[in-house]
């Protein structure tokens, strides 16, 4: 079998270190996107935790009376896709909010 493919890749003029440097490019490629998000996730993770410990309790629609509390401790113990959530139903509603008042203060 190892003769078969050595006459097939020798046929194409692929060698087998050719192979391995395009494996390796393509493992070195995903591991550098890898890295990127995982640095983006961490930075918008800080932001989100930021946010949350500036933002008062009533500002909070979901958690009731310690809002903050558990929010503050959702962000930290659960970091994966916490940041997204919290952007998507706390600090995407205060932004909307504050396009309101202005559009209101223009008029």
Known sequence: MEELTAIVLGFFGITAASIYGVLLMI?????????IMGMALFIF???????????DNKDFTIGGEH???????????VRS?????????????KQ?????ISRKKKK
């Open 27 to 35: 493992w070195v490629f995903f591991l550098m996107i890898s890295i």
């Open 45 to 55: 993770w800080i932001i989100a935790l930021i946010d949350c410990i500036k933002r």
């Open 67 to 77: 809002a903050k509390l558990v929010w503050i401790l959702i962000l930290v113990l």
């Open 81 to 93: 896709i916490t940041p997204i959530i919290y952007y998507l139903l706390i600090m995407q509603k």
């Open 96 to 100: 909307k909010s504050k396009k309101k």
